[in-house]
Nanobody, 129 residues
């Protein structure tokens, strides 16, 4: 019932930028107690959290240390769309990026390591040196 569809991936050179989008159906980003997030997985590596945002309660964000200062997560409630603006991309950012959601916040926050219930199919980001 909940569907998340990512778009915006592609191939860029190091230092470039990409903006990922996640369009949701069956899930309202304006919900006061939910979470949305971006995760990524590189070949041969485990999935890692990139950034999360509370869909309500002030829209508090959490970022992985590796992307702080370079990536920005945001949402447009009117469009029911989640975004990840990625600047100053590095080859280490190469991965498949997934959009995820959960209905309820965890302790008032959206930690990267908690379970997210709904997932998109992913969009590939490749950063060349």
């Amino acid at each position: 019932q909940v569907q998340l569809v990512e778009s915006g991936g592609g191939s860029v050179q190091a230092g470039g930028s990409l903006r990922l989008s996640c369009a949701a159906s069956g899930y309202t980003y304006s919900a006061s107690a939910g979470c949305m997030g971006w995760f990524r997985q590189a070949p041969g590596k485990e999935r890692e959290g990139v950034a999360t945002i509370a869909t309500g309660g002030g829209g508090v964000t959490i970022y992985a240390d590796s992307v702080k200062g370079r990536f920005t997560i945001s949402k447009d409630n009117s469009k029911n769309t989640l975004y990840l603006q990625m600047n100053s991309l590095k080859p280490e950012d190469t991965a498949t990026y997934y959009c995820a959601a959960r209905r309820w916040r965890y302790g008032g926050r959206c930690p990267l390591e908690i379970e997210y219930n709904y997932w998109g199919q992913g969009t590939q980001v490749t950063v060349s040196s």
